[in-house]
């Protein structure tokens, strides 16, 4: 079966850095689009970034755009999510994805495989 299993997160001052990462199984990591989407409290879960399978492509939500990097390792069957200058209002639980030929990648219901997330809290 398929796993996705993400960690990395916790508690960092306002402009701190961390980086999560996903390790995945059962599922042939290297055809599938992979992705970040978070959720805060109260909050509809929101696409943060994905890459292609190849990681040649990538793109980001506007608020993270410039300070998150995505990335990942096909040979370790794993992607990362590497977040730089991290604001309060970064704070939320991290989903890690997966989908295969995702097209709409700014949606959740185009990716067929989650993690159970990792919390990133941010304070000011």
């Known amino acids: 079966q398929v796993q996705l299993v993400e960690s990395g997160g916790g508690l960092v001052q306002a402009g701190g850095s961390l980086r999560l990462s996903c390790a995945a199984s059962g599922l042939t990591f290297s055809s599938f689009n992979m992705g970040w989407f978070r959720q805060a409290p109260g909050k509809e879960r929101e696409f943060v970034a994905g890459?292609?399978?190849?990681?040649?492509?990538?793109d980001y939500s506007d608020s993270v755009r410039g300070r998150f990097i995505i990335s990942r390792d096909n040979a370790k069957n794993t992607v990362f999510l590497q977040l730089n200058s991290l604001k309060p209002e970064d704070t939320a639980v991290y989903y890690c994805?997966?989908?295969?030929?995702?097209?709409?990648?700014?949606?959740?219901?185009?990716?067929?495989?989650w993690g159970q997330g990792t919390q990133v809290t941010v304070s000011s």
């Open positions: 994805t997966a989908g295969y030929r995702v097209i709409r990648i700014h949606v959740p219901g185009a990716y067929h495989f």
């Open positions: 890459i292609d399978t190849s990681g040649g492509s990538t």
